[in-house]
């Protein structure tokens, strides 16, 4: 294969192999060779599909438009692919979790020898926006349509995704003390940051320099491995800090270079911005008692009951799931997931005509009094979600139109 672009990608892939860390997602450049190269792949059919499908950022990175322009041509017959037909094309849209992809695959649904592949993609799909107007109206004389506001409304995109374990077995790799933010992305590094995997190699740097190569030789081991700490997550608000811990301990994003979820994360205490921004990202924040805990160990964490045993059965510690949420988050693949699906849902039974859904798990709220007196920030907020006002640990989305 003839191509300077991809001669020096591979360089690329070299260097950073050498540091134990994948190559940076595709840039506008690379993709749009990507894309020339799949059309006459001359033998190299595997490699450029891999890059395709799995190498690119999805959602509204520039890449990922001209992937989803590659990918609509093929649709169209405007461009021929030997390893991409229609199908596999509407498969690979529907991987892209939103942004460029969406539009293509509406107009997909207008077209008979697709529409259910298209519908298919498109059930699984939250990130819609206006595109939602669009199904309602095509709906009324589109069965494909039809099909997936039917779906959104039995929220699909989420009762399709595997439940939080019962039981998640661990090694435990343990810091003892307090682990501030900075100790996770230290501010050193900054310039880093946005490269997740590049960034992350700095983690630990000064307060367990071991860490990450202890952490790297379990998992190759086998082991899932729990970050465990007395006192975790202090400090500045920088979400660099979890993307560094997922990095190391979570599980790659199918389709989603560069980033990982799923990672457990247990602590004595947990800052609070810390804990949210691992909600937010699909990992599993649990505050327990870690006394008995110590680096090395292998646990078993049985989320029902809420115990952390060990492999004789000897109780390490114990805890509740908080919030209640926490499992439909971890579920959805994040909080931020579960809230725009959950909305996506809740809106498509209302343009329905439907009740509530029942699917999700009701967070827990503090007790309106009567003649509740609030703050000017509790009204301020309040007004936002059309409420009087709001109480502190209250869970509310502002009412988005």
Known sequence: MNSEVIAAYLEHEKERKELGIPPLPLNTVQTAEVCKLLENPDGQEEFL????????????????????DFLNK???????????????????????IGGYNVSHLVEALKNKEIASEAAKALKGITLVYDAFETVLELSRTNDAAKAVLESWAKAEWFTSNPELPAEIKIKAYKVDGEINTDDFSPASEAATRPDIPLHALSMGQSLFPEGNKTIAEWRKQGYSVAFVGDVVGTGSSRKSATNSVLW??????????????EGVVLGGAIAPIFFNTVEDSGGLPIICDVTNINSGDELTIFTKTGEIKRQNGEIAATFKLKPNTLADEYRAGGRIPLIIGRSLTEKTRKALGLGDSDVFAKPDQPIHKENQAYTLAQKMVGKACGKAGVLPGESVEPIMT
């Open 248 to 261: 190391h301990i979570g599980n790659d994003i199918p389709f989603v270079p560069n980033k990982r979820r």
């Open 74 to 96: 093929i649709l169209k017959n405007e461009v021929k692919c030997p390893v991409i037909d229609k199908k596999e094309a509407i498969f690979i849209l529907g991987t892209m």
């Open 49 to 68: 599909l891999d890059l395709f499908k799995n190498r690119i950022a999805p959602g509204v990175d520039p890449s990922a438009e001209i992937k989803a």
